[in-house]
């Protein structure tokens, strides 16, 4: 109750909501701003290279139209991992500079692919210029993720906001994507693509970091003290992220071949390529949520262990449908498990070698995914044949997972555990 006064009784005064809640609050709203539209830039791009890729042409010269494209899109890794992951740690406010800096970019090679849409320097502009700065968005994003929540527990619950809206963004993008396409062709496409990217960059430029980082956040690090701030947890964790990807890029293109080959109506790709993006939905609505109940670790192993039933019981039925279904199952463990996986290197891994550690895993998982597409685009597997190799591949990869916690778990009772502390700071 307040003090008297000479004035009489002062009335009692709400105290104002500010400090950590309302400015995490405030930085989440505006990431998720600069990322929904940085994936409406991206989608309209990846419509817009679609036909000359795949549609346009026939299976045989799809194939290496197809696998020369996988090619290149290993060659962006090649910088992301051990050039910009570094530049995003050492740069005071570096992180900020690099949103705004892939925004801008993007811009620049958007508008260069529309020049040349027809040329063959479609594809290096496309991937050593516009897949880098795409991943680097999305390297930088998971890195300012933890600024933007007020406690470790929330961060599955943020990244799966952040999935669900650029899912729902890429399927609204995708109709007026197609019609555009359709009448204006590519080059147009494109050309609107880069002014969703002048809007990503001014977005990106709003960004305010939610708390200031500590002494020392910015601080580089050695290699090899960047290697012992992962721990033997989120190793394990990223192989079974790494499966999954792997899954997502062999079923991708053995379906795709198969229905080609097999003269499946058009309609039949969209089906499997809905489900698949209906999947990733519902793994970021319903994998947020999960963490309430489940542990990340859990949420990982349980996604790769569904993959591995479904796949079985498509395997054994070898049907369209079952192949549309397990599209739909694949998308939604992967998106649940990328949720958890996030969570896990962004509550374990050191703060200060955030960006160098999510560079390094997304070149592992985008080598696993071209990897395992490579396979049904250079040999013919038929669909039933491809359902078993998945259920084998993501069952080794679940016993594996399991095996290794197991030891993990051994370990940490036959060792005193370390005692440290990573902070969820902004760097």
Avoid at 73 to 84: E, R
Avoid at 370 to 387: S, Y
Wanted: glycine letters at 10%; a positive charge.
């Amino acid at each position: 109750m307040s003090e008297p006064s000479d004035t009489g009784w002062q009335p009692l005064r709400r105290v104002p909501r500010a400090g950590p809640t309302s400015e995490t609050a405030q930085a989440f709203s505006r990431l998720a701003v600069t990322h929904a539209i940085s994936v409406a830039g991206d989608a309209m791009v990846t419509v817009a290279l679609a036909g000359s890729l795949f549609f346009s042409i026939s299976p045989t010269a799809a194939r290496g139209r197809v696998a020369l494209a996988l090619v290149f899109t290993m060659l962006p890794f090649a910088v992301v991992a051990p050039f910009l992951g570094p530049v995003i740690d050492r740069s005071r406010g570096g992180r900020r500079a690099m949103l705004i800096g892939a925004a801008g970019g993007r811009v620049v090679f958007a508008l260069l692919m529309a020049r040349w849409v027809n040329s063959l320097l479609l594809f290096p502009l496309a991937a050593l210029g516009l897949l880098i700065l795409s991943k680097t968005h999305a390297v930088v994003k998971a890195a300012l993720v933890p600024s933007t929540v007020r406690s470790p527990k929330d961060l599955v619950e943020a990244n799966g906001r952040l999935a669900m809206l650029a899912a729902i963004v890429g399927f609204v993008t995708a109709g007026p994507s197609g019609g555009i396409l359709k009448l204006l062709g590519a080059a147009w496409l494109l050309r609107v693509a880069a002014l969703a990217y002048v809007g990503a960059t001014v977005a990106a430029f709003r960004l305010k970091p939610a708390r200031p980082a500590t002494p020392g956040d910015e601080e580089a690090s050695s290699p090899a003290e960047d290697q012992q701030a992962l721990s033997r947890g989120v190793t394990l964790a990223a192989s079974a992220m790494a499966a999954l990807r792997g899954v997502v890029g062999f079923l991708t293109f053995a379906v795709a071949f198969d229905f080609r080959r097999t003269h499946a109506p058009t309609w039949w790709f969209g089906l499997a390529l809905g489900g698949s993006v209906f999947g990733s939905f519902l793994g970021a609505a319903i994998g947020s949520r999960l963490r309430a109940v489940l542990r990340e670790e859990h949420m990982l192993l349980g996604s790769v262990w569904l993959v591995t039933a479904v796949a079985v019981v498509a395997g054994r039925l070898g049907s369209r449908p079952a192949l549309a279904a397990l599209a739909l199952t694949v998308g939604f463990a992967a998106a649940a498990a990328r949720l958890a996986f996030d969570a896990v290197v962004q509550r374990d891994g050191a703060e200060a070698a955030r960006g160098r550690s999510f560079a390094r895993f997304e070149a592992t998982f985008q080598l696993t995914w071209v990897g395992a597409a490579f396979i049904p685009v250079v040999v013919h597997i038929p669909a039933r044949a491809a359902c078993f190799v998945i259920a084998l591949a993501s069952g080794l990869a679940g016993l594996s997972y399991v095996s290794g916690r197991r030891a993990l778990r051994h370990g940490s009772r036959t060792a005193a555990p370390p005692a440290v502390v990573n902070p969820v700071n902004e760097a």
